[in-house]
């Protein structure tokens, strides 16, 4: 019995080791393209094109507010911007949404609330169904947890005007509350990594890069070429960019670029949260795997890096076995042998871009570092919730897109269902 599960766990860690080494690789990419950064071009007003921002809402009623005044107070000529409020609501944010877009309106915004009666496509049939009716060569698109900054589309439209095959330009994410608590910080932590780290490789060595939902900028001949908004998986986002660089579309990361947010600031929130990005990665990578193995404009190791970054989710598995076989095996007193610690060692890599990150970004990235613990004791709470949504994105369960409740500072009323699988994480803990 001890030699079968060590069996198990060797395999395990060796699954683990191959995650690992994909960290070790971006950190050396992120080295090696460090400076490959666009310079902004200076473009007069006379050249911008017109664009079209899109809010989608549903029940939102804390932030309607802050993210139309943000939307409206962007600086770009007012005759080639257009605002449309995407609302899908069952509560008063309807109501609220329009008595703020009347009022824009009146000032000469051109600014309009369409509102469904149905969540069909949800996100994505709310975003599908503007851009029909949507003015823009260019559409910018911000989640209701987002306040864009006011020199937002003066830092991104220029990159797209002497460049046709640009195709999307997706901003860092910033973070409205990261100081709030342990917890808010260790989720910018995460993100901090992901973008500064991650998106800066996979764009600069046109790695299979992605639009992360929000945040970013669809030249709108890219969303027709590749088939706009499909609604058959919770990840949109990421499968509209699969399906654009596989049609040979650029994506461009500005680094420099900031889009705050508001992160999560309940645990509960923030599992579903992830559950979706895990089984939206997973219902992308079942959709379009093998497609990506049989691209050809694509090198193989780009092929690899982008299906196992679809694939990273499954980490959250592989750590629940490797902590469930840990007491088994100390009470049968293994003998772990020397190729295990190798396989342990080539996880370095991940802390290392979580460092990386904070130490390129902010000044104080000591004193964040500190969150560390925080990270890690989160990162375990949401395996058995993510590890659940790739059970269920594997065999086809379906999935209602669950939203993410924002406060916008405030006390809230909007509140998540009890979930059975704390059950599992508070055995984990």
């Not at 979706?276 to 190791?301: N, P, V």
């Amino acid at each position: 019995m001890t030699k079968l599960l060590m069996i198990v766990y060797v395999t395990t860690l060796a699954g683990l080791s191959i995650y690992g080494l994909l960290g070790l690789l971006t950190l050396w990419l992120y080295w090696r393209h460090r400076h490959d950064a666009q310079p902004l071009p200076d473009v007069a007003d006379e050249r911008l094109p017109v664009v079209t921002v899109q809010l989608p809402l549903f029940n939102e009623r804390y932030v309607v507010r802050r993210l139309i005044e943000a939307a409206v107070s962007l600086d770009y000529p007012k005759d080639k911007l257009e605002i449309q409020v995407l609302d899908d609501s069952t509560d008063d944010t309807t109501k609220l949404a329009q008595a703020l877009v009347n009022h824009y309106q009146q000032q000469g915004i051109n600014i309009t609330l369409i509102h469904r009666d149905n969540r069909d496509g949800y996100k994505a049939g709310a975003l599908e169904n503007g851009l029909k009716r949507a003015q823009g060569e260019f559409i910018a698109i911000f989640d209701a947890d987002f306040q864009p900054l006011p020199d937002f589309l003066r830092h991104t439209i220029p990159h797209f005007l002497n460049e046709p095959d640009l195709g999307m330009i997706q901003a860092r994410w910033g973070h409205l509350n990261d100081g709030s608590s342990s917890f808010t910080t260790a989720q910018a932590i995460a993100l901090d990594k992901h973008f500064a780290m991650e998106q800066t490789v996979r764009h600069r060595a046109n790695l299979f890069p992605k639009f992360n939902g929000s945040g970013g900028i669809w030249r709108r001949a890219c969303l027709k070429d590749a088939g706009g908004w499909e609604a058959d998986t919770v990840c949109e986002d990421l499968c509209l960019s699969t399906r654009a660089v596989l049609k040979g579309w650029r994506f461009r990361f500005l680094q420099d670029v900031v889009a705050p947010a508001e992160l999560p600031t309940s645990m509960v929130a923030y599992k579903n949260q992830q559950a979706r990005w895990a089984m939206g990665s997973f219902q992308c990578l079942g959709k379009y795997g093998r497609i990506i193995l049989k691209d050809t404009q694509h090198s193989l190791f780009a092929r690899w890096y982008a299906l196992l970054s679809m694939s990273a989710y499954i980490t959250h598995v592989l750590v629940i076995i490797l902590l469930l076989l840990q007491i088994p095996l100390l009470l049968a007193d293994a003998h772990f042998s020397s190729v295990m610690y190798l396989f342990s060692l080539l996880g370095i890599g991940q802390p290392i871009l979580f460092v990386l990150a904070q130490q390129v970004l902010y000044k104080n990235w000591l004193k964040r570092v500190a969150h560390f613990p925080t990270l890690l004791m989160v990162a375990i709470g949401t395996a058995p919730s993510n590890a659940r949504a790739l059970w269920q994105a594997i065999f086809g369960r379906s999935h209602v897109f669950v939203r993410t409740p924002k406060s916008g500072g405030t006390a809230v009323t909007y509140t998540l269902p009890f979930d059975r699988i704390i059950i599992a994480e508070i055995i984990l803990a």
